[in-house]
């Protein structure tokens, strides 16, 4: 059992097949990455919830289905702290896309996604995702661009 502190995130990719929506991090952590929406579970909030309050904070829009795809740890050298983040896909798009302060939501056909202005954990992950895939995923970087180490298994539940 590691005393590593784990925060809890999520991420919610809408995908509407063949497109996916992403948002144009526009501040702080990921500024200028494509990316899907998400965040921070906030304390007395269930992950799902989070996952589906961020995406309409971000973007302005609810899913008519919210459902966990994968869960990726993210550790980041001299960080102590490991991301724990709940992958969501989303499907059936209610609501009209909005840009916010912190996200610019635009949609991508999946043969044409901006891995080269995503993370670089993204090319590694997605295709089980496209795939209907479950996965779990660790990813140790340095710095934002770098992958130290990796591990990615598909599962049969999370």
């Given amino acids: 059992m590691s005393n590593i502190p784990k925060r809890i995130d999520t991420l919610c990719v809408v995908y509407e097949h063949p497109r996916i929506l992403l948002g144009l ?10 990316n899907g929406f998400g965040g921070k579970v906030q304390k007395g909030e269930e992950i799902e919830q989070a996952a589906k309050r961020e995406l ?24 102590p702290e490991i991301l724990e983040v709940h992958i969501f ?14 996200m610019k939501p635009q949609w991508f056909h999946i043969d044409k996604l901006p891995f080269e202005n995503m993370w670089p954990d993204d090319k590694y ?13 660790k990813f140790i970087f340095e710095g934002q661009d770098k992958i130290l180490d ?3 298994k598909e599962v049969k539940e999370l």
Wanted: glycine share 14%.
């Fill in 25 to 34: 991090k526009k501040r702080g952590f990921g500024e200028g990455r494509w």
């Fill in 56 to 79: 309409f904070e971000e973007a302005g829009i609810k899913v008519k289905n919210c459902v966990k795809a994968g869960i990726i740890e993210f550790e980041f050298k001299g960080n």
């Fill in 89 to 102: 896909k989303g499907t059936g798009v209610l609501g009209d896309l909005t840009e916010s302060e912190e």
């Fill in 125 to 137: 992950w997605y295709p089980l995702f496209l795939n209907n895939k479950l996965f779990h995923s």
């Fill in 150 to 152: 990796m591990d990615i």
